[in-house]
């Protein structure tokens, strides 16, 4: 079915331009009327109506839910949770591997569960990835009070939409809630640099902070071309091959690990500005958002990292991860 969430109270992050985009969802999927009526109604062309529309879409404003879980998905929840000792598993179908696929449905399920566990003075913990930026635009909106979002992760010197400290900028101004960031780049050229900052009084608070968060929303990364972390820069190719040599399956927070969750003793992983996977292991609910055939093993070793109890992934991860060994109970 279709449906508009209740239309949000007006926020300072808003524009007339939003406001308008709004009020076009509003009569068009709520109240049912045509786009020449919409464009009528708010004085405007058909064709400005229709792209009023289509951004409603494509920003998550509207989202569109299909009610009809298949008995072999719920199965196959239920597998995932035994096998890797998980509370709850969630598991939607992907059209197809495409990374871009993936990080759609994937995304778009985890802000829909994002939006429930929202309340007054929550604090959330919320890492990086391709899978996490859609998870924002799919978020629903909420009045809260007190709520508070630290970034796990440094950022980048050279400011993108894919900064790494970016998806927690982004759920704080949707939410309009109190944020804290690490101030310095993820990686910095050395350990002994490294350690001289977290020192410093204000990210020391920030790191005890973050380990009494209330969720931690994480995503993983693999060791390859295609992960994130070495497609955009942030680390170079070398450093990659030089992981996968030492043992690493993929990274948690950009703190690289081997397959069975455990920090690897790389210099990449001591010149990390973020939170330690050992340390969200405290976290009373940690959620992983991650799929695609090729994050399956990093997937696996994401929860033995994190202890994490909640998993949002596509069908066909799902499958992939029953096929390796059981996770190993801490």
Excluded at 70 to 79: D, T
Excluded at 193 to 219: F, G, H, K, T
């Amino acid at each position: 079915m279709t449906g508009l969430e209740k239309t949000p109270k007006r926020t300072k992050f808003q524009t007339d331009q939003d406001e308008l985009k709004i009020r076009a969802a509003y009569l068009y999927y709520v109240e049912g009327r045509t786009q020449e009526q919409v464009a009528q109604h708010l004085g405007i062309s058909r064709i400005k109506a229709l792209r009023l529309l289509a951004a409603t879409r494509e920003d998550g404003t509207v989202q569109i839910s299909i009610n009809s879980p298949a008995e072999s998905m719920i199965r196959l929840q239920r597998a995932l949770e035994d096998h890797l000792g998980l509370a709850e598993a969630i598991v939607v179908p992907a059209a197809s591997q495409e990374e871009e696929s993936i990080a759609t449905v994937v995304g778009h399920a985890t802000g829909r569960y994002i939006s429930e566990q929202v309340n007054n003075g929550l604090s959330i913990g919320v890492g990086w990835g391709s899978t996490l930026q859609v998870c924002m635009r799919s978020l629903i909106w909420r009045e809260v009070e007190d709520m508070t979002v630290i970034s796990l992760l440094g950022g980048l010197t050279h400011a993108t939409a894919h900064n790494p400290s970016a998806v927690a900028w982004r759920l704080a101004e949707f939410y309009g809630t109190e944020l804290h960031q690490i101030t310095a780049p993820v990686f910095v050229p050395n350990s002994d640099l490294a350690q001289a900052l977290w020192a410093q009084d204000d990210l020391r608070r920030l790191y005890e902070r973050a380990r009494a968060v209330d969720i931690a929303l994480l995503s993983v990364g693999d060791v390859s071309n295609q992960a994130s972390i070495f497609r955009r820069g942030i680390l170079d190719w070398s450093d990659a091959k030089s992981l996968k040599e030492a043992g690493a399956v993929g990274d948690v927070l950009c703190h690289f690990v081997d397959a069975e969750g455990q920090v690897i003793d790389h210099p990449v992983n001591r010149r990390a500005m973020a939170i330690s996977p050992a340390d969200i292991r405290k976290v009373p609910k940690v959620i992983i958002s991650s799929g695609g055939l090729r994050k399956v093993n990093a997937i696996r070793a994401g929860i033995a990292a994190t202890d994490a109890k909640l998993l949002i992934t596509d069908t066909t991860a799902a499958e992939a991860l029953l096929d390796l060994p059981p996770r190993r109970r801490s």
